[in-house]
């Protein structure tokens, strides 16, 4: 007796075997976003010096600058800024969200390159299953207004984001006149969330369409889910 009678021929058990993938050989290519277009970006610069770590271990990495970049749904998505962006999701297999907190949030220029990211491109979602790890710094105090308010659109662009964070208090203080973070407890936080993204995404990216692989979506054809989401109402 069936005692199952909801489910459809597209569930699947989970299996170790689909989460053995043969792993890939080339280095981890990470996308980094930052959330400020000011000439001395604090933002910027820790966005750069996340970058410096991730290439000493082992990965390939870009740095999006948002200057140009028009506001969400003020332009066509063919704007060549917008084309850019949406290329570099694709083309990554983690992130770095990086943003100033201002007015206790994440900035809009945060806000828009996130919102310029699809949730699908045809049948295709191009952050489902990436890596994210998210950073602030803030002009007074610490907060984690906006690393919080990061993880949350994180979660909804269906991405794996990892433990860790940083959040960067009076970030004047911490950077020289020439954009290098100083040694303190804050720059070794942010080493520490550059290891661990780089961990998670080594352990994931092979894997990550069978972790991100749903029942509810198996159930629609490539075709119906492409109808599905661009007939839904926009805001």
Same mark, same amino acid.
């Given at each position: 007796?069936?005692?199952?009678?909801?489910?459809?021929?597209?569930?699947?058990?989970?299996?170790?075997?689909?989460?053995?993938?043969?792993?890939?050989?080339?280095?981890?290519?990470?996308? #980094?976003?930052?959330?400020?277009?000011?000439?001395?970006?604090?933002?910027?610069? #820790?966005?750069?010096?996340?970058?410096?770590?991730?290439?000493?271990f082992g990965c390939e990495t870009?740095?999006?600058?948002?200057?140009?970049?028009?506001?969400?749904?003020?332009?066509?998505?063919?704007?060549?800024?917008?084309?850019?962006?949406?290329?570099?999701?694709?083309?990554?297999?983690?992130?770095?969200?990086?943003?100033?907190?201002?007015?206790?949030?994440?900035?809009?220029?945060?806000?828009?390159?996130?919102?310029?990211?699809?949730?699908?491109?045809?049948?295709?979602?191009?952050?489902?299953?990436?890596?994210?790890?998210?950073?602030?710094?803030?002009?007074?105090?610490?907060?984690?207004?906006?690393?919080?308010?990061?993880?949350?659109?994180?979660?909804?662009?269906?991405?794996?984001?990892?433990?860790?964070?940083?959040?960067?208090?009076?970030?004047?203080?911490?950077?020289?006149?020439?954009?290098?973070?100083?040694?303190?407890? #804050?720059?070794?936080?942010?080493?520490?969330?550059?290891?661990?993204?780089?961990?998670?995404?080594?352990?994931?990216?092979?894997?990550?369409?069978?972790?991100?692989?749903?029942?509810?979506?198996?159930?629609?054809?490539?075709?119906?889910?492409?109808?599905?989401?661009?007939?839904?109402?926009?805001?």
């Amino acid at each position: 007796m069936n005692d199952m009678p909801n489910l459809t021929d597209a569930a699947r058990i989970p299996s170790i075997e689909r989460l053995t993938a043969e792993r890939f050989t080339h280095p981890p290519r990470i996308l #980094l976003l930052y959330g400020s277009l000011r000439e001395r970006s604090y933002s910027r610069f #820790l966005t750069l010096e996340a970058e410096r770590l991730l290439r000493h271990f082992g990965c390939e990495t870009r740095v999006f600058h948002a200057n140009g970049l028009p506001l969400p749904d003020d332009a066509p998505a063919d704007h060549p800024k917008v084309k850019e962006l949406r290329d570099l999701a694709q083309w990554s297999e983690g992130m770095v969200w990086t943003s100033p907190e201002r007015h206790g949030a994440m900035t809009g220029v945060m806000k828009s390159q996130i919102d310029w990211i699809p949730l699908s491109m045809g049948a295709v979602r191009p952050t489902q299953g990436r890596t994210l790890a998210v950073m602030q710094v803030s002009g007074g105090s610490q907060s984690f207004n906006a690393v919080s308010q990061m993880r949350i659109l994180g979660r909804w662009m269906r991405m794996i984001t990892i433990p860790n964070q940083s959040s960067v208090p009076k970030a004047w203080k911490e950077f020289d006149e020439d954009g290098r973070m100083k040694p303190s407890a #804050l720059y070794d936080r942010v080493v520490d969330v550059m290891e661990e993204l780089v961990k998670f995404t080594l352990l994931t990216r092979e894997i990550s369409p069978h972790l991100t692989d749903r029942y509810s979506e198996r159930k629609e054809s490539a075709e119906e889910l492409m109808t599905r989401v661009n007939e839904a109402p926009t805001r």
